[in-house]
């Protein structure tokens, strides 16, 4: 489906009514943008939405017609202007220091589990353990 902008007439005569219509409308999968002009009673909508369910859906609220669906051209895509030369690379500055992920830290000193760094573990058990039941 494509993109349409369909205009319909409504009779809302009360703030409650107006955002039930509102709600309902905005339900609806593909709905891009809704307005409504509250002196003339006409709500636009844009979308790639089935107009006639949308009619229909509004008629329990209150009273609806279809004004006029036309179909949204896509805005017209204006020429890029012209970039800089890729193949220059940008000097830099100072030098960039390198963070390496296995880099001891300091805190691991401190903290309860230490770092585990492929070296092997030695359990000594001694056999004078005491043991309170």
């Known amino acids: 489906m494509t993109a349409k902008k369909a205009v319909l007439q409504l009779s809302v005569h009360e703030e409650r009514i107006r955002q039930k219509v509102f709600v309902r409308v905005s339900r609806f999968p593909g709905v891009v943008s809704i307005t409504m002009d509250d002196k003339t009673g006409k709500m636009t909508v844009v979308g790639d939405v089935d107009v006639p369910v949308i009619v229909m859906k509004l008629r329990k609220i ?20 012209a970039k800089p030369d890729p193949t220059k690379q940008p000097e830099i500055a100072f030098p960039v220091q390198m963070m390496y992920p296995y880099q001891y830290q300091s805190s691991y000193a401190n903290s309860y589990y230490q770092p585990h760094y492929g070296t092997s573990r030695v359990i000594v058990e001694e056999p004078n353990t005491c043991v309170i039941m």
């Open 62 to 81: 209150c009273n609806a017609d279809i004004v006029s669906v036309e179909v949204v051209k896509p805005p017209e895509k204006k020429p890029e202007p």
